[in-house]
């Protein structure tokens, strides 16, 4: 008899802390801790799409090291992580369509496996951002796309923001399908 009134006392204070918090859910502000550069690091999954190209390989690949690297230690453990180039080829084709498993191990072999990567490219980041959304987003994941590049070859920037948009519109509560974050490395031929 008294488990069943301590259940009972617990669904009760559950019900009105759930309560509380929608009350208070507009005032809700997230700890500046929760953020790099203003980039939130909340998510549970997350995918490189990096471009490949010459002009990367050349004049930005160690930074580009450096900066995956940092990104992976603001998120000391998710649950999933995906590596593409810009045309939406995987690093890694044995786990083509699927999350890799997050482990410091994994992590190191990306980072290795980053130092020689030479996938062709185009300069132009809308295919693997596409492929990235279509082939992993789900609506029970949080899930951020970091886009590295360092020119951009197309038609149109506009277009390219305007085929994420469209890809990534909010649904009815506002919610989008991912959050997509860019890191723009510059050309500089002085740069040893």
Not at 68 to 78: A, D, I, R, S
Not at 109 to 118: A, F, K, N, V
């Amino acid at each position: 008899m008294v488990a069943t009134i301590d259940e009972g006392e617990l669904r009760a204070a559950r019900q009105r802390l759930t309560e509380e918090m929608k009350r208070l859910l507009p005032y809700y502000r997230r700890s500046d801790e929760d953020a790099v550069a203003g980039i939130p690091v909340d998510s549970e999954y997350i995918i490189f799409v990096i471009d490949t190209s010459g002009s990367m390989q050349n004049y930005s690949w160690p930074k580009v090291l450096q900066k995956v690297e940092e990104t992976l230690e603001v998120y000391p453990k998710v649950k999933g992580i995906q590596v593409l180039n810009d045309m939406g080829n995987y690093m890694f084709n044995q786990y083509a369509g699927r999350w890799i498993p997050d482990s410091p191990r994994r992590r190191r072999i990306i980072l290795e496996q980053l130092l020689s990567w030479r996938a062709f490219s185009n300069s132009s980041p809308v295919e693997g951002i596409e492929k990235a959304i279509r082939t992993f987003h789900a609506w029970d994941k949080e899930i951020s796309i970091y886009v590295f590049g360092d020119e951009f070859t197309g038609e149109s920037a506009q277009r390219v923001i305007d085929r994420v948009a469209q890809l990534n519109r909010p649904d009815a509560h506002g919610r989008r399908l991912v959050r997509v974050h860019a890191v723009g490395f510059s050309i500089d031929t002085n740069d040893p």
